[in-house]
């Protein structure tokens, strides 16, 4: 997804609705936005072999550790598998301590990678994995992504853990 939070003009009014609706955890707009990305993975050469029926979606988990409210990128994992995106969705990652949100930070208070990766636990899965994808709602600064993908990788060194970030409009 493409956020802009200061931007002009339609793609990023369109995001910032688009994160609004997905903070809201609408359960029917969650399988509908699933539909639409996977319609967008089909048509978009960019997006093609981005998911496989194989992937297991691992949710980043959100900035707090109370488990309090939606889970938006558990709900959009859950979603995503639905629509065929994946094997499962696995919510092995989890906080260990809260972090301040990164979209509410002041400049300079945003954490860490590190601070990030610190603050994360991985289960021991059952199975190994094959191939992980990382499910977040939105991305900031990607630190939080790319804490979670160190993390995972630690737990599950032999799984691919594709981190890529593609900016395409984010709703026809």
Known sequence: MFISPGGKGTICERSRLLRTLLKEGDA??????????HQQAEQCSELAGFFSCDDVLVPVPRSSTKACGTWVAADLARALVHEGLGSMAWPGLHRVCAVPKSATAAPGGRPTVSRHFESFLMERPSIDH????????????????L??????????????????LHCCEPWD
């Open 28 to 37: 029917r707009f969650m399988y509908k936005y699933a539909v639409r990305v």
């Open 147 to 164: 804490a979670a993908a160190a993390r995972v990788r630690e737990a599950l060194p032999h799984a691919q853990i594709p981190v890529r």
């Open 130 to 145: 094959e191939s992980i994808v990382l499910i977040d709602d939105v991305v900031t600064r990607g630190r939080t992504l």
